[in-house]
């Protein structure tokens, strides 16, 4: 570091190319989706000392995704430290998942749903998830506006049916959750 610079953080050189440059390319995007959900899910249980909670990216967007195919690894880039301290970390988490969400129904029919489903499955934290599911409604004010934006300009009733297919993803996943953890009591019940 410089003297007389602030804080600073040196990142290597990343492999691969962003979740939005594979899109674009029209690739299979599931494998990439996939290993962004589990790297998001691994970060998401690391600790942040500045929050004294779980830590969460704050600007996770496709183009802050890069995925190595050689490798099946996501990484994180461009971390935002701007976070509402009043925001518990099942907020934040769920706002990082939320932004790509958004993005993702803006895709093509043929791909919009595939990748979201792909996302969703590997992130599975049921609680993240659950709050998700509350929050995935149209906002009004200038949050529509960072909506439509993120929705690629998407009619409002077009973003409204993918949201609601969504949903019912999470509730998918969350209820599969939900009957695994009945599984694994019954057993330990009897034992």
Not at 23 to 51: G, M, Q, T
Not at 177 to 182: F, K, L, M
């Amino acid at each position: 570091m410089k003297k007389g610079t602030g804080p600073s953080v040196i990142v290597p050189r990343v492999p691969g190319l962003s979740l939005r440059q594979l899109l674009n390319r029209d690739e299979v995007v599931v494998n990439a989706l996939a290993a962004a959900a589990r790297e998001l899910r691994r970060v998401h249980h690391v600790h942040c000392s500045r929050y004294e909670a779980a830590w969460s990216h704050g600007d996770l967007h496709l183009d802050n995704i890069m995925y190595d195919a050689t490798s099946d690894r996501a990484v994180l880039i461009d971390f935002d430290t701007r976070h509402d301290f009043r925001l518990s970390h099942t907020h934040r988490h769920c706002d990082d998942l939320r932004v790509m969400l958004l993005e993702l129904i803006a895709l093509p029919d043929v791909q919009w749903r595939q990748a979201a489903t792909a996302l969703i499955e590997e992130y599975h934290e049921a609680s993240v998830l659950e709050e998700l599911d509350r929050q995935l409604v149209v906002p009004h004010g200038f949050a529509k506006i960072l909506w439509h934006v993120r929705t690629g300009g998407a009619p409002t009733r077009h973003v409204e049916q993918r949201l609601q297919s969504v949903r019912t993803i999470i509730q998918r996943v969350t209820a599969q959750d939900g009957e695994h953890s009945n599984d694994c009591r019954t057993v330990d019940d009897r034992a």
